[in-house]
């Protein structure tokens, strides 16, 4: 290996080059970008957590509706947006034990009804602004709000009453709940200058990164905040999410250099993506579930009966084999899975085509059922759709599969149609 090429995987390395030009010059060099690929995969794991250089991430979930307000977050990009210019009060570890963020301590009564957050001070938001403890009361207040249609809507109606006493934001909740510092973790519930309130779109946050540029359904760019309070995060000068919605473009750009980084890897494609010179999976136990959901108050799937035949009719086995091969779990109905702490096992509901075709008789219910998939909800959904379709069939039940584009799925489908 040459000195200069050599030399040059340093430079990456320590992010004073980005990796499409060094594949150039290294091919200028006449090395194959096989090896120069691994190459620069050494240089950098040999070199570890570094500061400075670009980081950037091909991620599927994003749409040209998005918005940067974290009330409205339901897919992946959004989520990232939230993680680099945002932070929350407290975040879940690995590990599952709470680590503390805006937060520095969290306290609660005997009854685990009233909850004081001590709130971390010398904290600047990304507009030069001192966060104080009534940012954080008014971001809980403008979440609670039926007219923000917040994501965390449904852990601010258990919130009675809050307040601010000095440095801390206390919390009294209707009924004991021990697990409310979990839930205050939600990605949601992003602290904003006033709680968002004037504009919660802003992207204006106490995060590592500071938005830059922001094309809903393109690219998002954001720049390291000089500021930032916590310096085991933001290794970075820039990060960069480009959103790549298909599946097969998102792994080309990875194996072109357009990006370091992708995420949802499509488990049929896992070991193809094994062998991209210097290329690396990780793969670990996630709280994510991939589920087909069925709005409960909407007709006709208010109907108890017909969702017991549905959930009978669907062979989980078959799909965590052909469909996650193997990189999954069975589910149970339910989002809690051994991820989780405190998640207890309960009875595996089987497929049963008998039981299936019981339930749906019962029912009452006339004609296909009709189920909404895309490809970017979850990966391989659209397979997944057809696999449900073909066991429902065998319990004597039609399913209708109507597949979206991806662009607007999160928008105009999800939480919207009633399957």
């Not at 040999?46 to 980081?55: D, E, H, L, N, T």
């Not at 009924?175 to 919660?200: E, R, S």
């Not at 399913?399 to 009633?418: A, F, H, L």
Request: aromatic share 8%.
């Amino acid at each position: 290996m040459s000195k200069e090429l050599e030399y040059l995987s340093r430079q990456v390395a320590f992010g004073k080059m980005d990796r499409r030009a060094f594949l150039g010059r290294a091919s200028a060099l006449g090395v194959s970008a096989v090896f120069a690929n691994s190459l620069l995969s050494s240089s950098v794991l040999a070199a570890g957590p570094i500061k400075g250089g670009i980081m950037k991430v091909g991620s599927s979930g994003g749409e040209s509706t998005n918005s940067l307000d974290p009330a409205t977050y339901s897919s992946a990009v959004p989520f990232l947006n939230g993680k680099q210019f945002g932070d929350t009060l407290v975040d879940v570890k690995p590990d599952n034990s709470i680590e503390y963020r805006l937060a520095t301590e969290v306290g609660s009564s005997p009854d685990a009804k009233v909850w004081t957050f001590k709130i971390r001070k010398d904290v600047e938001f990304h507009n030069g602004k001192t966060m104080t403890p009534a940012d954080v009361l008014a971001t809980m207040e403008r979440h609670s709000d039926e007219n923000s249609k917040s994501g965390a809507l449904g852990v601010m109606k258990g919130i009675e009453s809050m307040k601010v006493d000095g440095d801390d934001f206390i919390v009294t909740l209707k009924d004991a709940n021990a697990d409310l510092p979990y839930l205050m973790a939600d990605y949601h519930l992003i602290i904003q200058p006033n709680g968002g309130k004037d504009d919660p779109a802003a992207g204006i946050g106490t995060g590592p990164y500071m938005t830059k540029v922001n094309e809903p359904g393109v690219r998002h760019v954001y720049e390291k905040f000089a500021n930032y309070w916590d310096n085991t995060r933001g290794h970075a000068d820039q990060v960069e999410i480009i959103v790549i919605n298909d599946d097969t473009a998102r792994v080309a750009a990875l194996q072109s250099g357009q990006v370091h980084m992708i995420e949802r890897v499509p488990p049929k494609i896992v070991e193809l993506v094994k062998r991209i010179p210097g290329a690396q999976v990780k793969s670990a136990p996630g709280r994510g579930h991939y589920v087909f959901i069925m709005h409960c108050n909407t007709a006709p799937f208010d109907n108890n009966d017909l969702r017991m035949a549905l959930k009978y009719a669907i062979n989980r086995q078959e799909m965590v084999d052909k469909i996650l091969f193997g990189y999954g779990s069975k589910g149970n109905d339910v989002p809690v899975n051994a991820a989780y702490p405190y998640f207890e096992p309960m009875e595996q509901r089987e497929y049963d085509p008998d039981k299936a075709a019981f339930h749906f008789k019962k029912s009452g219910h006339d004609g296909p059922v009709v189920l909404r998939t895309a490809d970017g909800s979850f990966p391989g959904a659209v397979d997944a759709s057809q696999l449900f379709q073909a066991s429902a069939a065998k319990a004597g039940i039609q399913i209708e599969v109507k597949r979206e584009p991806n662009d607007g799925y999160w928008s105009e489908v999800w939480n919207k149609q009633p399957f």
